[in-house]
Nanobody, 115 residues
């Protein structure tokens, strides 16, 4: 069992920045990978970024170079720094925990980027 709580969403103008935070209820060193997904209205949930327990990262092509995922193992926190935001980044952003056989999701935090 794991609980994930996201925070840091809000309204920002295009070109601005936001930093999302995810608090995890268990040691993130015990989790294969932590990630961020997003879902815009009328669209499928999509991978934004992921970081493994070893620190390896991967990003969606649409955010590469603009977003950065990081973690603080001592605090069991995962972050998503979002820079140069675009209106198409508007979505609910979900923190995720990926085990071998099971995925868990937070409740999400809304990000709105105005033109």
């Amino acid at each position: 069992q794991v609980q994930l709580v996201e925070s840091g969403g809000g309204l920002v103008q295009a070109g601005g920045s936001l930093r999302l935070s995810c608090a995890c209820s268990r040691s993130i060193d015990d989790i294969n990978a932590m990630g961020w997904y997003r879902q815009a209205p009328g669209k499928q949930r999509e991978l934004v970024a992921r970081i493994t327990y070893t620190g390896d990262t991967n990003y969606a092509d649409s955010v590469k170079g603009r977003f950065a995922i990081s973690k603080d193992t001592a605090k069991n926190m995962v972050y998503l720094q979002m820079n140069s935001l675009k209106p198409e980044d508007t979505a609910v952003y979900y923190c995720s925990a990926h085990f071998l056989l099971e995925d868990h999701w937070g409740q999400g935090t809304q990000v709105v980027v105005s033109a």
